[in-house]
């Protein structure tokens, strides 16, 4: 297993932007696919976007792409979520995960995850 631990959550006005970052310890990070998942109350947990091993290949879900970008650095075992432009809709708990191998963009494929960091979009 590897552990995730989520920050960089807070309360921003729509039109900020904020970096959450997802730091990994206790397996080789280089060996997970990663991804961002966010989930609203009373919703499903939902893909936000997913980095392979080496941060060469992203994918990102129509709702985000274009005003988020995910990352990561093998080196410091951390994965990044830059989100721009942030509206209200965006207002959720982020959620990073961890899945050993290929990516996937159904939550049901991953069963490594933080406990979440709330992000809050409202004027």
């Known amino acids: 297993q590897v552990q995730l631990v989520e920050s960089g959550g807070g309360l921003v006005q729509p039109g900020d932007s904020l970096r959450l970052s997802c730091a990994a310890s206790?397996?080789?990070?280089?060996?997970?696919?990663m991804a961002w998942f966010r989930q609203a109350p009373g919703e499903d947990r939902k893909f936000v976007a997913t980095?392979?091993?080496?941060?060469?290949?992203?994918y990102y879900s129509d709702f985000v792409k274009g005003r988020f970008t995910i990352s990561r650095d093998n080196a410091k075992d951390t994965m990044y979520l830059q989100m721009n432009r942030l509206r209200p809709e965006d207002t959720a708990v982020y959620y990073c995960?961890?899945?050993?191998?290929?990516?996937?963009?159904?939550?049901?494929?991953?069963?490594?995850w933080g406990q979440g960091t709330q992000v809050t979009v409202s004027s």
């Open positions: 980095i392979m091993r080496a941060g060469l290949d992203t």
């Open positions: 995960a961890a899945r050993h191998g290929l990516w996937a963009f159904s939550a049901k494929e991953y069963d490594n």
């Open positions: 206790g397996r080789t990070f280089s060996d997970y696919a």
